[in-house]
Nanobody, 120 residues
Framework: QVQLVESGGGLVQAGGSLRLSCAASARTVGLYFMGWFRQAPGKERDFVAAISGSAGSTYYADSVKGRFTISRDNAKNTMYLQMNSLKPEDTAVYYC?????????????WGQGTQVSVSS
């Protein structure tokens, strides 16, 4: 089981930026997809972005395209999510995940989540 620890969440005004990090405990994470998902109060967990093991392919939800950028540094066993032009509707708990695909069903390791709050 790979342990994933998110950091970088916080409170920011609309239009601001945050950078989330996800540190993995294993050195083999480069073999797997990693992704970010988010869950707002009273809503289901939604896909945000994902990246292939080699970082050659990235995937984004339509709602964040052009504003968020996912990246990873396999040498540091860490994945990032740069979030720009934040909107109040981006407020949620953000979870990082690792697995064999880009959907929640294909992720078998999850972090504990980090809160992102965007004020209007």
């Amino acid at each position: 089981q790979v342990q994933l620890v998110e950091s970088g969440g916080g409170l920011v005004q609309a239009g601001g930026s945050l950078r989330l990090s996800c540190a993995a405990s294993a050195r083999t994470v480069g073999l797997y997809f990693m992704g970010w998902f988010r869950q707002a109060p009273g809503k289901e967990r939604d896909f945000v972005a994902a990246i292939s093991g080699s970082a050659g392919s990235t995937y984004y939800a339509d709602s964040v395209k052009g504003r968020f950028t996912i990246s990873r540094d396999n040498a540091k066993n860490t994945m990032y999510l740069q979030m720009n032009s934040l909107k109040p509707e981006d407020t949620a708990v953000y979870y990082c995940a690792l697995g064999r695909g880009i959907t929640a069903a294909t992720m078998n390791n999850w972090g504990q989540g980090t809160q992102v709050s965007v004020s209007s």
